[in-house]
């Protein structure tokens, strides 16, 4: 075949057409105006920003490719494997992502039922994954105690033995926290037993465990040890751009690294996002105490104010009602954006994370002070309501 003769010109022309310079979109101060903005948002902790630091830090990271090898990806997971005491982990790129992976890994032969509570990120907040990706039927149960699971609540549900009417039970999938509260572990073990008597897998969406751990001191292997394999997040609580790790026993691993390659998971060189994940574990874990004690000032300061609490401050998140000062949450969003430095809320849910500022949570306490008593001063009365803890009647849950 004769090779056609291209001018220079021609392939200028094109390279003309290719070139793009993404900065142009980003005016001079407009990071720095964002991380201020973030400061102030209490949305999600999902909008935390890398660090300059963590950006020096990752990097120094390998420049591997992770369908080949990647060592520091591969150092990050040996690493997160250990800590959870588990024989091996898989970088994610998403929780979502994460968490469908480590369910259809367990998931070999419909039919099957995965039981979580109702109110979980699997059921609620992944797109129906569960049954897309693994033809799974969900149970999702409401916990009696409006808090958690319990043992009763998975035993009254749970489908085992020979009648073919049911698809069985395969997985029991816990989160911890969940909108925030802290999964008793006690609980959790028992349920963990009573699956193993009756050949269940355990899986643990722990997206936010790393609050669990920071709260309650106790260590990861021992907050894992009742689960057959967990997802842990990154980006939530830890403030890194991008990922999270799926571990459990080697040959689940290698399982599981062949359906995210399926899933179109598998990635080149992370070890960039490896390197913001070990930063993130070293200088942002410590400072999750700060974030849990923000939130319980917030919470007091409410309560003091006379703001029904639908969910407390258990680690990062507190839940309220608006009505109880006879506001709404779009007034009281409305209020704040217009503030000299604006606040970014949304609805009864309240999410603090490790770049809230405390200017920012004085500022949120003296605006809601402010509305409640020119709500009062307009004749509001606060009826007398009892809160029964279901809060997921009030609540729509973003990320």
């Known amino acids: 075949m004769s090779q056609v003769k291209v001018s220079n010109a021609a392939k200028a022309k094109v390279a003309e057409e290719i070139k793009f310079d993404i900065l ?16 102030r948002a209490f949305i999600s902790d999902t909008i935390t920003v890398p660090t300059k630091e963590m950006y020096s830090y990752a990097l120094l990271a390998s420049l591997g490719d992770d369908v080949y090898h990647e060592p520091s990806t591969a150092a990050l997971e040996a690493h997160i494997a250990k800590i959870s005491g588990k024989e091996a982990g898989l970088f994610m790129p998403s929780g979502t992502m994460s968490n469908q992976i480590g369910l259809r890994t367990h998931l070999m032969q419909p039919p099957y039922t995965i039981l979580c509570d109702n109110r979980a990120h699997i059921y609620k907040y992944e797109v129906g994954g569960a049954g897309f990706h693994s033809g799974a039927a969900v149970t999702p149960v409401a916990p009696s105690n409006g808090h958690h699971l319990t043992l009763k609540d998975v035993e009254s549900n749970v489908v085992y033995g020979p009648d073919v009417h049911f698809a069985p039970t395969e997985i029991i999938a816990l989160e911890n926290t969940l909108n925030g509260t802290i999964f008793p572990q006690d609980e959790i073990i028992s349920i963990s037993e009573f699956a193993r008597s009756k050949g269940i897998k355990m899986h643990l969406d722990g997206a936010r465990i790393w609050h669990v751990a920071a709260e309650i001191g106790t260590s990861l292997k021992e907050l894992l040890d009742p689960f ?6 990154f ?21 599981a690294r062949r359906i995210r390659k399926l899933f179109g998971g598998g990635m080149r060189q992370t070890g960039f996002l490896a390197g913001a994940a070990a930063y993130a574990l070293t200088y942002n874990f410590p400072l999750l105490a700060r974030v849990h004690a923000l939130a319980g ?20 998140m507190i839940f309220y009602d608006a009505g109880s000062i006879g506001s709404t949450y779009d007034e009281i969003a409305e209020r704040g954006a217009l503030l000299p430095e604006p606040l970014f809320l949304g609805g009864s849910r309240v999410v603090l994370h490790i770049q809230t500022s405390e200017d920012a949570v004085n500022d949120f306490i003296n605006l809601i002070a402010t509305i409640a008593e020119e709500k009062r001063k307009a004749g509001f009365i606060k009826p007398e309501i009892q809160v029964n803890g279901h809060q997921d009647v009030y609540v729509r849950r973003a990320n």
């Open 297 to 316: 000032k917030l919470q007091k300061s409410f309560e003091e104010i006379g703001v029904t609490i639908l969910s407390p401050a258990e680690t990062c």
């Open 235 to 255: 980006s939530k609580g830890l403030g890194t751009p991008i990922g999270s790790c799926l571990v459990g026993s080697k040959e689940y691993i290698t399982r």
């Open 24 to 39: 142009t979109n980003v005016p001079e101060g407009d990071n720095e105006l964002k991380r201020s903005q973030i400061a």
């Open 228 to 233: 057959d394999s967990a997802s842990l997040c």
